[in-house]
């Protein structure tokens, strides 16, 4: 209900180049892109946000990774983590 | 099944742990042992007898390695073997937490070979060389002596026989955990929490195993991997991701969507995507330097480092600051006096930063704006018709600085609104004026669409439109209470009510405005009835205005274009009546800075400067030939106003020239403008048009603001 309305908001976005929302297995729930290289995006950014959670943790253990972004050249990668699922937003804003 | 002994003892061999120490002890001596061990003695218990039941055996022995991996020993006694009961294996016994003690066990000796060496200084050391010397003797005298005779002998040698045992496969695995600082933090916290499942199962994933290879085909590890299927998975998440799916995991999957956390992240994801979008609009909002991307920027080599300087100081656009550099070429030494430079070279102007505007709002017309008085990035706006004949449902919507694309709140309304207005002393309070007359209190603080209190069964409720309404705090030096909060709003039935918040809303008359007739009779009221035809007795109220210092004082226009002035205290008549316009006056507003004078605009296409004193107005500025909407001084300066008719938006600065305004923006028509508002922590105006568009505009370049009094 209001979370599909609010998916397709951040999808409809400008520069919002893909959305994948994985669940706490590591599978793809819902994603924008082709299916193999949503399952890629999906490995890494798995096990790139179980690290920093660690980083994170290992500092302060009452500290929590609350997002995780990643600037590069061409794009920006938003990852917002949590327990169950894991929610990557693939953005250009540079546009 | 039973296997005896010579001498007829039970010696069956029990599947499991569960060993009669009576029959097992004194066959084995004083060594008993590990699990392991216990295996071995399986097979020497076969090979003693001729029943060969290997496979009762094998099963026993089979059964030992799936479970040696959970059961737990302690070691205590040497002597007496441990009643070990065979547990049930259960699912659940595999994600139960394991308390593994690990203990020395007794020493176990297993070779005991007496030194032949004694110490010099031993007791018996005497003794010992003494028989040394005898033996030495001994040894000498063998060689020819009678006593000594050779023999030889031969002993019966039994018959060897080869004997196999098979067992099943020892399966070994390596387990390896990484201890991370929160690892242990979080093992520490759940023990005082009561051990559930699903630690064990995050435990698991933290853990990181590597099964040997051949444990992988062996069927028995199958049943172990399935297990712990967490740790499989994430491990083997490049390979096998799309591998089996077990069916929970599908139910799984689409409880992600609803879950609140998930509502959640995509709240925050869509507040981060919009400040990459609009991260230069909103830094030019808060008055910060404009950051571009390096990869974007497309100035010559030349300008750059001027650019960068001239960023610096200024806030605006990167064009304007080209303009500058050119200028500055000319003349070598750029003034880094910031309010002099602009200035000079570039007059005022507005510039459009954003809108806020969505589906949901287009072809609603904004009739009225609110800043929240705690949140001074919270806006509320009303959409509503101001004609009769466009009605259709209002909205009012909560926007947020942070997400120019999408309202946080909205709420729907049965008639077009018409006015709003945060309240102060409870901020999450929002008071909604419509075009029905009834009035409406949401609390912003909650995404439900009803409102909190409603007007709509009070008996005493507006029979026009509320065409404005306004929290008020007002000393109320005879009660002593200090600061009160009430709502006061005026509609077009001619009356200004006050408001009293209880459980039902309802409300008390402030003061009825009566008609006035004309100029020449200054007697309001009723005299000239035979002349004029009234339909009712009282004058409909467009807008008030409670004075800045004095908040007894207030103003009220009306619709026939009088301005009257009066006080809460006295009801029945008017104490000023300021006469000037000729149409219905929309909007009055008391200079903030210098509190004697005001400002009021109208239909007939003017705006009015006018002293308390006076009757007649100070000034009076027209510029268009359309109905002027909205009016609004600025927070900042004494001179500075903003006005808005249908075709223009308009800055007014009277320290530079009362007959033409500052800045003058075009609407594009049919869009018309309806409402102005100026932010009060920056220098921006907002603008609501009929299209049902909120836009931001920067002011750049005004003058140094002032607030000497006129």
Aim: negative net charge; aromatic residues 8%; charged residues 25%.
């Amino acid at each position: 209900a209001e979370v599909e309305e609010t998916l397709k908001r951040i999808q409809a976005h400008k520069g919002v180049i893909a959305t994948i929302v994985i669940n706490a297995e590591g599978i793809p729930v819902r994603t924008t892109l082709d299916n193999s290289t949503t399952v890629q995006y999906a490995g890494l950014l798995h096990q790139l946000t179980m690290k920093a959670r660690s980083t994170v943790r290992d500092i302060d253990p009452q500290n929590e990774l609350t997002f995780l972004r990643i600037r590069s050249k061409k794009h920006e990668i938003m990852v917002a983590p949590d327990k169950e699922y894991l929610l990557i937003v693939i953005q250009n804003p540079g546009e | 099944l039973q296997v005896l002994d010579e001498e007829g003892k039970d010696v069956t061999p029990h599947p499991l742990f569960c060993s009669d120490p009576n029959t097992i002890v004194p066959r084995q001596g004083k060594l008993l042992a590990s699990s392991s061990y216990f295996g071995a003695t399986g097979p020497a218990f076969l090979s003693s007898f001729s029943m060969p039941q290997t496979s009762g055996a094998n099963a026993s022995l089979g059964s030992f390695s799936g479970t040696c991996l959970l059961t737990s020993y302690n070691f205590s006694d040497v002597q007496v073997r441990q009643e070990e009961i065979k547990e049930e294996l259960t699912k659940e016994d595999l994600d139960r937490r394991v308390d593994l003690y690990l203990t020395e066990t007794e020493t176990i000796w297993i070779l005991d070979m007496p030194s032949v060496v004694v110490s010099v200084e031993a007791e018996d050391a005497g003794r010992v060389l003494e028989r040394n010397r005898i033996y030495v003797e001994i040894c000498k005298n063998r060689p020819g002596n009678d006593r000594f005779v050779e023999k030889m002998m031969q002993t019966v040698n039994g018959a060897t026989k080869t004997k196999e045992v098979q067992c099943d496969k020892i399966v070994m695995e390596d387990k390896g955990v990484m201890v991370t600082s929160w690892d242990l933090y979080d093992s520490f916290n759940e023990l005082e929490i009561e051990p559930t499942s699903k630690a064990e199962g995050s435990r698991a994933t933290t853990g990181k195993s590597s099964k040997s290879h051949t444990t992988k085909e062996h069927d028995q590890a199958v049943s172990v991997s399935s297990d712990r299927g967490n740790t499989t998975s994430t491990m083997v998440l490049e390979n096998a991701v799309l591998a089996k799916i077990h069916e929970e995991e599908k139910c799984h999957s689409e409880a992600v969507l609803t879950s609140e956390n998930f509502q959640q992240g995509l709240f925050f994801m869509e507040r981060i995507l919009m400040e990459n979008i609009f991260q230069p609009k909103l830094a030019a909002y808060r008055q910060f330097p404009v950051l571009t991307d390096p990869n974007v920027t497309s100035a010559t080599s030349g300008m750059v480092a001027a650019v960068k300087e001239a960023k610096q100081e200024e806030h605006g656009k990167e064009k304007k600051d080209k303009e500058e550099q050119k200028e500055a070429f000319i003349d070598p030494s750029i003034p880094s006096d910031l309010d002099k430079t602009p200035e000079d070279i570039v007059p005022p102007r507005l510039e459009q930063l954003w809108s806020y505007t969505c589906d949901l709002t287009n072809g609603h017309s904004v009739s009225s704006m609110a800043w929240s008085k705690v949140n001074a990035d919270l806006l509320a706006v009303g959409y509503g018709a101001f004609d009769f004949k466009e009605q259709k449902k209002g909205l009012a919507c909560c926007w947020s600085l942070k997400n120019p694309m999408w309202p946080e709140r909205v709420f729907r309304c049965e008639h077009g609104v018409t006015a709003l207005d945060f309240s102060t002393a409870s901020p999450n309070l929002l008071a909604v004026g419509t075009y029905d007359g009834s009035i409406a209190i949401y609390n912003v603080g909650s995404c439900i669409d009803a409102p909190l209190l409603d007007s709509s069964e009070s008996s005493n409720k507006h029979t026009g439109p509320v065409w404005q309404l306004r929290w008020l705090e007002q000393d109320r030096g005879a009660t002593g209470a200090g600061k009160t909060e009430r709502l006061i709003c005026i509609s077009a039935d001619g009356r200004i009510t006050e408001w009293l918040i209880q459980k039902r809303l309802d409300c008390t008359d402030l003061m009825k405005i009566k008609r006035t007739e004309s100029e020449k009779k200054k007697l309001p009221g009723e005299k000239e009835r035979k002349s004029e035809a009234l339909i009712s007795r009282q004058a409909a109220g467009m807008c008030f205005d409670f004075h800045p210092k004095d908040t007894d004082l207030y103003l009220v226009g009306t619709e026939e274009g009088h301005i009257h002035q009066c006080s809460c205290s006295r009801s029945e008549q008017f104490l000023e009546t300021y006469s000037g316009h000729k149409g219905p006056v929309y909007k009055v507003a008391w200079n903030p800075f210098s509190t004697d004078t005001f400002l009021s605009c109208s239909a007939d296409w003017t705006i009015m400067l006018w002293h308390r004193d006076s009757q007649t107005p100070i000034l009076t500025f027209s510029s268009a030939t359309t109905f002027v909407h909205d009016i609004m001084w600025s927070p900042k300066s004494a001179f500075v106003f903003a006005a808005v008719n249908e075709s223009r938006v308009e800055i007014w600065d009277l320290s530079v020239s009362t007959l033409s305004p500052a800045i003058s923006c075009f609407a594009s028509p049919p869009v018309k403008f309806t409402a102005v508002r100026f932010a009060k922590n920056t220098d921006c105006l907002l603008v609501g048009d009929s299209k049902g568009e909120v836009g931001v505009f920067l002011l750049q370049n005004l003058a140094a603001p002032g607030s000497a009094k006129v």
